[in-house]
C-alpha cells in the first residue's frame, strides 16, 4: 500500500492542475515519422530489439497461483510456458519438444505436474526436465540431460512474472525496474483475485499503445464510458527510467478543489494512477475493488496486435452483488477498449497509408506518448 502522504501529493498536483486548467507538460511538442507506425522493416527491427530482447511482464502471478501450475500462450510469434514447479519457483519455456518440436500443451492455464508430448510422449516436468522417454530404449544414445525444455530468463517481482524471449540473454530485474519497483510493489498485484482473462484483437502496436499513454481523449472518445469518471487533458506525469506512471483526475477534483485539504478525506478517490511498464503492460483502475492489466503484443504485421486484458478484483465476487459490480467494470473497460478505443484505431489505422500525414505531432500535452517513442527508439537503436 501506497502511504496516505505519497498518496495526498498526487492529489495535491492534480487539484492544482485542475484549479488551473493546467497538466503535466513536456518541454516541446514532438514529430514522430508516420514510417513509425508502417514501416514492415523497422517494425520487425523494432519487435526483435523490444520485445524479444528486453524483459516482459509476460504473466501475473496470480495466473500460475498453486505450485505446479502453469499458462501457456504465444508472444509476438514465441511459444512460451510459464510454470510454477512444487517448490513454488516461476520458470518460463519455449513451448517446443525437444524431440521434433511439437507445443508439449495446449494454450491455456491450468495444473499439472508434467507435460506429455502430444506426438511421442517425452515427458517434462515443471522445471522443464525430460523425465521420460517412450520406448527410450529403443531410441538410442541420447543425453536426456540435454534434452529439456529451452529455458528462457525468467524473474518473479512485483507480482509479475518477467520473461525474456531471447533463451540465454541475461537480466537484472532490479537494474531494469529501478525506483519503478517500488511504484508496482504498492499494487501488491500477487493478492488480488483474477476474475477474468480475455483476448482483444486490435490495430498495429503503437496505433494501440498510444491510447494507454494519454487523458487527452478522454472526453470525447470516451464520454459515454471511462470519460464519464475522469477530467480530461489532465494528467501527471513520472518518470522511472522507460516505465512511466500516469494520474489522472476523477470528477470529484471539482469538490475538493473547493475544499481544505483536511476536508478531502480519501485522497486516493479523487485520482487514477496507472502504471505503464514498458514496453506493453498497463496496469490500471487499481483503486477500491477492481483493476486492469493490459498487455499489448505486436501481431506478425505493423497493423495487427492482441491484447490480453486481465480483470482482477480484491478478492472473489461471491455475491450477486459483488458479481454484477465486477461485471460492470469487466463490460465498462471491454466497450472503452474494444469498441472505442480500438475502432477509433482501426481507423486510424487506414489513414496512415494515405499520406495525409507525413508526420504526428505530440502535444506538450502528451508526455508520456513523447517518453515511449524516445525509448523504442533507443532500444531500437534508432530515431526517425
Ligand atoms: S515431438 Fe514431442 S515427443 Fe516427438
Ligand atoms: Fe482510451
Given at each position: 500500500m501506497r502511504p496516505m502522504s505519497e498518496t495526498m501529493d498526487l492529489a495535491r498536483r492534480a487539484v492544482e492542475h485542475y484549479r488551473n486548467r493546467t497538466t503535466d507538460q513536456a518541454p516541446s511538442t514532438y514529430a514522430l515519422d508516420v514510417s513509425a507506425y508502417t514501416d514492415p522493416v523497422r517494425y520487425a527491427h523494432e519487435v526483435e530489439k523490444v520485445f524479444k530482447e528486453l524483459p516482459l511482464a509476460l504473466a501475473l502471478s496470480i495466473e500460475v497461483a498453486e505450485p505446479n501450475s502453469y499458462t501457456a500462450t504465444e508472444v509476438v510469434g514465441t511459444p512460451v510456458i510459464v510454470t510454477r514447479d512444487a517448490e513454488g519457483q516461476a520458470h518460463a519455456f519455449l513451448n517446443a519438444c525437444r524431440h521434433r518440436g511439437a507445443p508439449v500443451c495446449a494454450n491455456g492455464r491450468g495444473e499439472a505436474r508434467q507435460f506429455s508430448c502430444p506426438y511421442h510422449a517425452w515427458v517434462y516436468d515443471m522445471k522443464g526436465k525430460l523425465v521420460s522417454m517412450y520406448g527410450g530404449k529403443t531410441f538410442g544414445d541420447v543425453d536426456p540431460a540435454t534434452l529439456g525444455l529451452k529455458e528462457l530468463p525468467c524473474a518473479e517481482k512485483a507480482g509479475l512474472i518477467w520473461v525474456c524471449l531471447t533463451p540465454g540473454r541475461t537480466f537484472d530485474i532490479d537494474a531494469w525496474l529501478g525506483d519503478f519497483a517500488y511504484e508496482l510493489e504498492t499494487l501488491d498485484l500477487a493478492n488480488w483475485y483474477l476474475y477474468e482473462q480475455r483476448?482483444?484483437?486490435?490495430?498495429?502496436?503503437?496505433?494501440?499503445?498510444?491510447?494507454?499513454?494519454?487523458?487527452?481523449?478522454?472526453?470525447?472518445?470516451?464520454?459515454?464510458?471511462?470519460?464519464?469518471?475522469?477530467?480530461?487533458?489532465?494528467?501527471?506525469?513520472?518518470?522511472?527510467?522507460?516505465?512511466?506512471?500516469?494520474?489522472?483526475?476523477?470528477?470529484?477534483?471539482?469538490?475538493?478543489?473547493?475544499?481544505?485539504?483536511?476536508?478531502?478525506?480519501?485522497?486516493?478517490?479523487?485520482?487514477?494512477?496507472?502504471?505503464?511498464?514498458?514496453?506493453?503492460?498497463?496496469?490500471?483502475?487499481?483503486?477500491?475493488?477492481?483493476c486492469l492489466v493490459s498487455q499489448v503484443f505486436p501481431g506478425p504485421t505493423p497493423d495487427t496486435t492482441l491484447t490480453r486484458q486481465s480483470i482482477m478484483c480484491a478478492k472473489k465476487p461471491e455475491t450477486n452483488e459483488e458479481i454484477a459490480k465486477t461485471e460492470g467494470f469487466s463490460q465498462l473497460v471491454l466497450k472503452a477498449v474494444k469498441e472505442e478505443d480500438y475502432d477509433i484505431g482501426f481507423q486510424i489505422q487506414k489513414t496512415l497509408t494515405s499520406k495525409a500525414n507525413e508526420a504526428f505531432v505530440f502535444g506538450r500535452n502528451e508526455p508520456a506518448l513523447q517518453h515511449y517513442h524516445d525509448h523504442v527508439a533507443k532500444y531500437a537503436g534508432a530515431r526517425s
Open positions: 483476448d482483444i484483437e486490435g490495430p498495429g502496436w503503437k496505433v494501440a499503445w498510444d491510447g494507454y499513454l494519454e487523458a487527452y481523449h478522454h472526453n470525447t472518445l470516451h464520454a459515454e464510458t471511462v470519460g464519464k469518471y475522469t477530467v480530461g487533458n489532465l494528467m501527471l506525469h513520472d518518470t522511472y527510467g522507460p516505465h512511466q506512471r500516469i494520474v489522472f483526475g476523477r470528477k470529484s477534483l471539482k469538490d475538493i478543489a473547493e475544499l481544505p485539504e483536511d476536508q478531502w478525506n480519501d485522497p486516493s478517490e479523487h485520482i487514477r494512477l496507472i502504471h505503464s511498464v514498458f514496453p506493453n503492460t498497463s496496469v490500471s483502475g487499481v483503486v477500491g475493488d477492481h
